[in-house]
């Protein structure tokens, strides 16, 4: 019997031994599988894996469903992915580089890559937009039975963007500093002065041209000639006195006058594109004024020092405060005539005019506070008021006859105005008074586009019905002779409100007027929204 059991042992040994390699083994892949589990759970990145097919494998991180604001990631590719967020420009682009980097070795880069920021468009639950910028890493990793695979690593890098845009700012403020200082040390302050009257002049006389009454195919050319001659003015000269940005932005706006130059008909239409490029030369020049006017306050505010003084080997040196008096002396006047010329309400101002000119009305633009916008909101408060604008000219403002008739001005008046709210951020207020809103017109539009149903739009009171107007494909216009594009013109303004943090408020009385008031919150907010 006891060498029975001698015989078993060894074989009962390695019995145990299997087991024990069997569970250890398993308790391994546990640890792996809870360890995976724990990254991707608390990783702060979105983290998926790629096959050699460009489709995404189903295990994902969670913050990937929160980037994407999905969880149905399986089969995916990344174009599929990010194609309902992006622009059709954008996604072409993601498309090529996909294919060819797909078609790369493993260990290949391509020579850029535009996943590397990549704007997306994110949906609200409450229907509006929010604008954020991904980056896409991709570190190749070898897996069994897969011949490439990747590792995809998206992060949110939209308040680094945002970051990288003031500090671009700021560049572009310094440089145009110190081109100005050298221009005056070259040209001397008389005639930087002068270079200053000469370029307000201009774009008073652009202001005054794109202005003029046009119906007749010469009348659209003589004020296509006119505007040409003195944007080409300022072109040469600030080329003379290596004012880059401002030179910059002149060739920009000549480029686009000679391409409607090229036109063989023009119509009063195609002048409105160009209120943009207006808008850029009118900003380098205010952001020229408004540095040149810093250094001649700062000179004021100094101590008059003597105008020169001598060094022990005679040589004389000019002091800083001179060169700058003398750029006080003929800058400051130039720079105070300029206060409506060269800003958002003088490029509001030309945008009304036109539009109204297209359509046969006489409108008047009064703006109030938009010198108090912070350069955060800016971008935001001159969308909003463009779209406003243009809605209010085309649907919401009579012709003089029908307001004659109606026992109103022939001129009609639209007011913009801007304020800050202490302790509670900024309101924007738009009001025209026009036709005002029909509750019951705008339920039919709305049923005819599809937007609501004929039974939604019935439950729908009034204050509620007019805010259908905000619903993207909504239009009161036919859709012909190229108004085809305006259906859009107020789901836009709604969604650069949201994309700012701030809400929207509609009021109308029929036959009387149109308000908005839009509400901004404080800039400590809006920062902090943005980093959240």
């Not at 971008?379 to 029908?402: S, Y």
Request: hydrophobic letters at 40%.
């Amino acid at each position: 019997m006891p060498r029975a059991r001698g015989l078993w042992h060894p074989v009962e040994v390695m019995f145990i031994s299997a087991k024990r390699h069997e569970r250890e083994k398993q308790e391994l892949i546990s640890a792996g599988n809870r360890l995976t589990d724990a990254i991707l759970q608390t990783s702060s990145a979105g983290l998926f894996l790629m096959d050699s097919n460009g489709r995404i494998q189903p295990q994902v991180s969670a913050s990937l469903g929160t980037l994407f604001r999905r969880q149905d990631f399986e089969n995916l590719t990344v174009e599929k992915l990010i194609g309902p967020l992006v622009s059709a420009k954008t996604l072409s682009t993601v498309r090529t580089h996909m294919t060819h980097f797909l078609e790369l070795g493993h260990g290949e880069t391509a020579n850029s890559d535009p996943l590397l920021d990549v704007e997306v468009k994110l949906t609200n639950a409450d229907g509006s937009f929010l604008n954020a910028h991904y980056s896409f890493e991709f570190s190749a990793v070898q897996i069994a039975q897969e011949p490439r695979s990747w590792m995809v690593r998206v992060s949110d890098i939209t308040a680094r963007t945002q970051l990288h845009r003031e500090l671009e700012d700021l560049r572009v403020q310094v440089l145009t500093q110190g081109e100005i200082l050298r221009s005056v040390l070259k040209a001397g302050g008389t005639r930087f002065g002068g270079f200053l009257q000469r370029t307000d002049a201009s774009m008073k006389t652009i202001n005054g041209v794109l202005k003029k009454p046009a119906r007749e195919a010469g009348a659209f050319r003589n004020k296509l000639e006119e505007t040409l001659e003195e944007v080409d003015r300022i072109r040469r000269d600030a080329a003379a006195l290596k004012l880059t940005g401002l030179q910059s932005a002149a060739r920009d706006f000549e480029d686009a006058l000679q391409e409607l130059r090229s036109r063989e008909t023009l119509s009063g239409s195609d002048f409105l594109p160009l209120a943009v490029k207006l808008d850029a030369l009118y900003g380098q020049f205010a952001l020229l004024r408004s540095l040149t006017s810093q250094a001649s306050s700062a000179r004021e505010a100094e101590p008059a020092p003597p105008d020169a003084r001598v060094t022990e080997n005679g040589t004389q040196i000019i002091e800083a405060p001179k060169f700058l008096a003398e750029l006080a002396q003929h800058a400051q006047p130039a720079a105070q005539r300029m206060a409506a010329v060269g800003s958002l309400e003088s490029t509001l101002t030309t945008l009304t005019d036109l539009v109204a000119q297209e359509n046969h009305k006489t409108v008047i633009l009064a703006c109030s506070g938009l010198n108090l916008v912070p350069t955060r909101y800016q971008a935001t408060v001159k969308n909003v008021a463009i779209q406003l604008i243009r809605n209010a000219v085309v649907h919401g403002i009579e012709t003089a006859a029908e307001r004659v008739t109606a026992g109103k001005s022939a001129n009609a008046t639209l007011r913009l105005e801007f304020n800050a709210v202490p302790g509670n951020g900024f309101e924007l207020t738009f009001q025209d008074d026009g036709r005002g809103l029909d509750p019951d017109k705008v339920r039919g539009v709305a049923v005819a586009k599809g937007i609501v149903t004929q039974e939604e739009a019935s439950r729908l009171r009034d204050r509620q019905a007019i805010k259908l107007i905000f619903k993207s494909g909504f239009t009161t216009l036919a859709n012909n002779g190229g108004e085809t594009k305006h259906g859009s013109g107020m789901s836009l303004v709604r969604r650069y409100v949201h994309e700012a943090g701030g809400k929207i408020a509609l009021a109308s009385m029929m036959g009387k007027e149109t308000r908005f008031k839009v509400t901004l919150p404080t800039l400590e907010a809006a920062a902090d929204a943005r980093v959240a």
